[in-house]
C-alpha cells in the first residue's frame, strides 16, 4: 500500500477512535445523570413523607345542676378546607331520630352543647359542653335535620352537626361582632349569629344581663309584657338565647318565649 494512502487510512481509524471514544462518554454520561436523578427522587420521597392526623380522645366532665343555662355553639360563616358539614339550622325531634353510623372523633369549632335529646328548645336536656381541643366520638349523624348523636362521658349524646368538626387542626375564630361571643357567669360560652327584626310576647318574660339563668333574679333587668315589642339583633340557635334592645339596654330572653313580628 502507498504510504500517503496508509497515512490517510491511519488518519481515519484514530478519528474514528477518538468519535467513539466521546460518543462512549456521552452515553455514560447520560446513564449518570438519570441514575443520580432516580436516586435522588427516591431519598427526597423517602423524607418528605405526608404527615398523617392522628385524632385523640379528651374526656370531657359533665356540667352538674345547669338549670336553664344553654350555652351555644359557634354559628361558623367562614368554613375551613376540608370541612364538609352542611350548615343548616337543626329540626328538633327526639330520641326516635334515625341516624347514619358513623365512627370518628370530632371537636368543636368553638363551644358547643351537649344535649340528652335533639332539641334545641328544651331547657332541662343540656348534658355538657365541648370546647375547641376537647374530642368525643361521634357514632352518627342525620343530614336532614343537622344533629350529630356523640358519645359523651359514656352516654349518648346529640350535638348540631355544623358546629362539630372533625379537623383536628381547626382553630377556633374570632367573631366579627366581639359582642357575639359572651362568656357566661357560670363559664359557659354563648356565640350569637346577628340579626335585625323585632319580637314580642304572650307572657311576661324577664330580660336578663347575660344568656343564663345561673344568677337567679340578680340577673334580671326587665321585664317585657304581652303587646310590647323588643329590637333582635342576635339569636344563638342552638342555646336558645336571643339578644334584644329594650328601653335602651342590650339584655337576653330565651327565645321560646319570643315570636317574630310579622307586618
Not at 383536628?168 to 350569637?192: H, L, M, Q
Request: aromatic share 6%; net charge negative.
Amino acid at each position: 500500500m502507498p504510504g500517503k494512502v496508509r497515512e490517510k487510512a491511519d488518519n481515519y481509524s484514530e478519528l474514528e477512535e477518538e468519535q467513539g471514544g466521546l460518543l462512549t462518554m456521552l452515553i455514560t454520561f447520560v446513564v449518570l445523570v438519570a441514575v443520580t436523578a432516580l436516586v435522588c427522587t427516591i431519598i427526597w420521597k423517602a423524607t418528605h413523607k405526608e404527615p398523617k392526623a392522628e385524632l385523640g380522645t379528651v374526656q370531657v366532665p359533665v356540667t352538674p345542676s345547669i338549670s336553664e343555662t344553654l350555652v351555644s355553639g359557634e354559628e361558623i360563616i367562614n368554613s375551613q378546607t376540608g370541612d364538609q358539614e352542611i350548615e343548616i339550622d337543626p329540626i328538633n325531634g327526639d330520641a326516635t331520630m334515625v341516624f347514619e353510623t358513623v365512627d370518628e372523633d370530632v371537636t368543636a369549632k368553638d363551644a358547643a352543647i351537649i344535649r340528652t335529646l335533639p332539641d334545641t328548645e328544651g331547657i332541662t336536656t343540656v348534658a355538657g359542653q365541648l370546647r375547641n381541643g376537647q374530642f368525643l366520638k361521634r357514632v352518627g349523624i342525620n343530614k336532614e335535620t343537622g344533629w350529630s348523636k356523640v358519645i359523651f362521658n359514656g352516654q349518648e349524646g346529640y350535638a348540631i352537626s355544623y358546629m362539630l368538626t372533625a379537623d383536628k387542626e381547626y382553630k377556633t375564630k374570632a367573631p366579627e361582632n366581639p359582642d357575639n361571643r359572651v362568656t357566661t357567669s357560670d363559664g359557659y360560652i354563648v356565640i350569637f349569629r346577628d340579626c335585625e327584626d323585632m319580637v314580642t310576647t304572650d307572657r311576661n318574660v324577664n330580660l336578663r344581663t347575660e344568656p343564663s339563668t345561673a344568677q337567679g333574679g340578680a340577673s334580671v333587668s326587665a321585664q317585657i309584657s304581652p303587646g310590647l315589642t323588643a329590637k333582635r339583633t342576635g339569636i344563638s340557635v342552638d342555646a336558645g338565647w336571643s339578644r334584644v334592645e329594650f328601653n335602651g339596654l342590650v339584655l337576653y330572653v330565651v327565645t321560646s318565649f319570643m315570636q317574630e313580628v310579622r307586618e
